[in-house]
């Protein structure tokens, strides 16, 4: 192997190291929702290439109430769905969109596009 | 996994937009702004491709010869054309990429903008500074590559965008139906306002040719309403006082006034458009497996675009550089995560569109995967095979002629209250026979009714009464046998202690129970039949309709145990019935099928709600599951086999073999081309008819 063929493979081996790293060991955090007056555990999302925040942290026996707000005109986002809760919306374009779930059962529960593309997750505590 | 929740309240929009023409707009500018960007890119295109390989052409060859400053200043050109095709045409891809990175994901996006963008960097460093290459070959530009790969996904997702709109045709359909105006009575004058002016107890006029606008029961006048809007009837039902009409239906030639009971979001219809929608959303169960390989995809993509580098880099050919890149550009383009993530969501849409086309409302694509692959399906007898309410179907009169008979027990049993005895009320009161006053009525719970009539005794009953009035019964006795053999409730009758003949009620099969039940089996499921009745009418009516097996003197209870001792077998269950009554069965059967009203659509405990009452509808609904599965199978299969053949391809693998390498321009087809594909295929669901069922 010439030199430059070792540190071309060196480098190869550094990003497949990066993209496992930041693809798929990232640890998710995640904003805790809010309890507001009316007993609801709250949170905005904003929906524009991903969701922001992608991990929302939320009591488990207290109502949720997430609003979606998209921002932006790419088909892919138009809806969101909670498997998990059979729960499902079609977000129009820079409209808040609420959904109220109840989460009754502690874990990590996925919420996605329709597509599986856009992710994010809501933690049960 | 509804365990994790309970009443997942739906609080709805916080504005509530009109979703059909909400989507329609969205869609259709988003197709005209992805064309625009299309054109243009093709526009840069072509003269790129031409001038990337002057000397494939003699006279440019001769023109712009490699290496001369003339074929520098061209492509230098080139390069600033293929930086404003990225920055315009190819936008979406960057601007998607960057706001997945920054939620550390990846997607088509971050695909297509790293493969274009290494082709452009590569180019134009090759250009700016070709002494960092060992030998000219290295430095021939990719601009090309950026150009067209961009070019051709974008068209791509036009076109995907497009059919992506007609997928959701369904719902706009249903929307459509809406009545736009109402004419309404308010102090004492007729007005025309606007649909959504009508609140509940409104008093509504209906034309002929009117469309209903909103749901309601019928106070006077009468007509026949065109339903197939909403339940799939295609015959128009026949309304009159007392009667629910449903909003969006069409009536035909009579006038009737009725009275509004359900507008705005509560209306049938806003009921169909809310579950069709949620349906469409929800996934099919093959999806969950989706979702878990397309969450590693993209960054394996990525993974392999880099191996394929190095290995080519260390082990291919030379230029190894120019080589490397190729390849790893292929690799990032062909792949396409897209058609994977589209396959069953496209045809699920297209699916229970089509169900609500046809008046079946599938609740989400759970029941939709279950519906197609039923073992067996329970019928509930009453109100489902039959009508549910018992008519007159056989008079043997003896002596007297037959009309004396049954104007005798019609008076007798004008009096009793007993549901059998409206039947024979009614077919008297058909024949417009005068029935007259009857004296000293005595109703014998269990055995039967008698009363003077005229003067003369009647007695109308089972064997035991008649014997017990001392009255033979021997010479009807074989006619009784043969009427209850045929699932009929006969009754004897005498007039003045002589047998004077026999009646026989029965609950009758609807028209088209035989046809669906053999439309059923020939689907390979098996059919039975659940009823309270006795083994021996049960077996009598199974007969008439040609079910299997018969699930007899089954106490409303009793029902959900009689599915589960089915799904004991190891069967997969669907149970039809009333929703109301049956609920506790329809929830324990894998699919439970309500047999709706016509208004009357979010039966909770149903996961497939037919709207119009015939049992047809139950074939319907396992033959568009069957099609939906089939189709979403073929996507899956189609997209996995895509990616799959398509990656090692772009990765080489050919080369040693063949000595073939895909250009990335074949790639950024390719790519195109199966996510095209994927969504036309959903689409040709659409042009799903359900089969005639002969009767």
Not at chain 2, 191 to 218: F, N, Q, S, T, Y
Not at chain 2, 422 to 445: G, M, N, W
Not at chain 2, 481 to 504: I, N, S
Request: proline share 5%; net charge negative.
């Amino acid at each position: 192997m010439t030199p430059d063929q070792v540190a071309v493979t060196l480098a190869g081996l550094a990003a497949i190291a990066l993209v496992v790293w930041f693809f798929w060991l990232k640890k998710e955090e995640g904003m805790r929702a809010m309890l507001t007056s009316s007993g609801y555990q709250e949170a905005m999302i904003l929906v524009k290439g991903g969701y922001t925040p992608d991990t929302v942290v939320v009591a488990r026996s207290t109502p949720v109430r997430l609003v979606f707000r998209r921002e932006e005109s790419s088909p892919c986002s138009e809806q969101v769905v909670f498997d998990a809760f059979e729960k499902s919306a079609r977000l129009p374009e820079g409209k808040p969109v609420a959904i109220e779930l109840m989460p009754t059962e502690p874990g990590s529960f996925p919420f996605t596009c329709q597509m599986g593309m856009l992710r994010g997750t809501l933690v049960v505590e | 996994m509804s365990t994790a929740s309970e009443s997942v309240v739906w609080a709805g929009a916080v504005e509530k937009p009109d979703p059909a023409t909400a989507e329609l707009g969205d869609s259709q500018r988003e197709y005209r702004a992805l064309m625009r960007k299309w054109w243009f890119a093709a526009a840069v295109g072509a003269p790129t491709m031409i001038l990337s390989y002057p000397w494939i052409l003699p006279v440019l060859g001769d023109w712009l010869p490699r290496g001369s400053d003339r074929l520098r200043a061209v492509w230098v050109a080139m390069g600033v054309a293929a930086l404003a095709v990225l920055a315009y045409s190819g936008s979406q891809f960057f601007s998607g990429a960057w706001r997945a990175l920054r939620h550390r994901q990846a997607n088509m996006h971050t695909l297509i903008a790293m493969g274009t963008g290494i082709a452009w960097l590569y180019s134009t460093i090759a250009l700016a500074d070709p002494g960092l290459f060992p030998d000219e070959t290295f430095t021939e530009v990719y601009y090309d590559v950026t150009v067209v790969v961009t070019a051709l996904v974008v068209l791509g997702l036009a076109l995907e965008v497009k059919a992506r709109g007609r997928s959701s045709e369904a719902i706009r359909k249903l929307i459509g139906l809406q009545a736009k105006t109402a004419r309404v009575v308010r102090e004492g004058r007729e007005l025309d306002v606007p649909v959504e002016e009508v609140v509940a107890g409104d008093l509504v006029l209906v034309r002929p040719g009117d469309k209903i606008p909103v749901d309601g029961e019928v106070l006077e006048g009468t007509s026949a309403v065109d339903e197939s809007m909403i339940t799939g009837e295609s015959i128009p039902v026949a309304k009159a006082p007392g009667d629910a009409v449903i909003g969006a239906t069409l009536n035909t030639t009579g006038a009737f006034r009725f009275r509004a009971t359900r507008v705005g979001s509560e209306t049938a219809l806003a009921q169909i458009v809310r579950l069709v929608q949620d349906a469409q959303a929800s996934k099919v169960p093959i999806q969950r497996i989706v979702d878990v390989v397309s969450g590693y995809f993209t960054p394996a993509v990525m993974i392999m675009a880099i191996g394929g580098f190095v290995l080519w880099y260390d082990l291919g050919p030379a230029p190894a550089v120019a080589y490397a890149v190729i390849v790893a550009v292929t690799t990032l383009i062909i792949a396409c995560p897209c058609a994977l993530g589209m396959a069953t969501p496209m045809s699920l849409t297209t699916g229970v569109g089509k169900g609500a086309e046809n008046g079946i409302l599938i609740r989400s694509g759970d029941a939709l995967q279950s519906a197609s692959r039923l073992d067996a399906v329970i019928l509930d007898k009453t109100g489902t095979i039959t009508w549910g309410k018992p008519v007159l179907t056989d008079i043997v009169a003896t002596g007297a002629p037959e009309s004396e008979l049954l104007r005798m027990a019609a008076a007798v049993e004008k009096a009793s209250e007993h549901p059998l005895a409206a039947a024979i009320v009614a077919v008297a009161e058909e024949r417009d026979l005068r029935l007259p006053p009857v004296d000293s009525f005595e109703a014998l719970p269990g055995h039967g009714v008698m009363a003077a009539v005229e003067g003369r005794t009647v007695v109308l009953g089972n064997r035991r009464l008649l014997e017990r009035e001392g009255i033979d019964t021997s010479s009807l006795d074989g006619d009784w046998q043969r009427l209850a053999d045929e699932g009929k409730t006969p009754m004897y009758a005498a007039v003045d202690g002589r047998l004077a003949g026999l009646v026989a009620v029965a609950d009758t099969v609807k028209d088209d129970s035989v046809a669906a039940i053999r439309a059923l089996k020939g689907l390979g499921v098996e059919v039975a039949m659940l009823t309270g009745d006795n083994r021996r009418t049960a077996e009598a009516i199974a007969r008439q309709v040609g079910v299997d097996r018969v699930l007899a003197e089954v106490l409303p209870e009793d029902k959900a145990a009689e599915v589960k001792k089915l799904q004991l077998e190891g069967k997969r269950v669907g149970m039809v019935g009333d929703g109301i009554n049956d609920a506790p069965a329809l929830t324990q059967a894998d699919v439970g099928f309500a047999i709706g009203t016509g208004t009357d659509v979010a039966i909770e405990a149903a996961d497939i709600t037919l709207i119009s009452g015939s049992l047809r509808g139950v074939v319907t609904a396992i033959e568009i599951s069957k099609a939906t599965m089939r189709n979403v199978r073929q996507n899956l299969t189609g997209a996995f086999a895509y990616n799959s053949l398509g990656l090692p391809i772009a990765l080489g693998v050919l080369y040693p073999l063949v000595g073939v390498l895909l250009s990335p321009l074949m790639a950024a087809g390719a790519m195109s081309f199966s996510s095209v594909t994927v969504v036309s295929n959903a689409n040709r669901l659409r042009r799903w008819r359900p089969k005639e069922i002969s009767t």
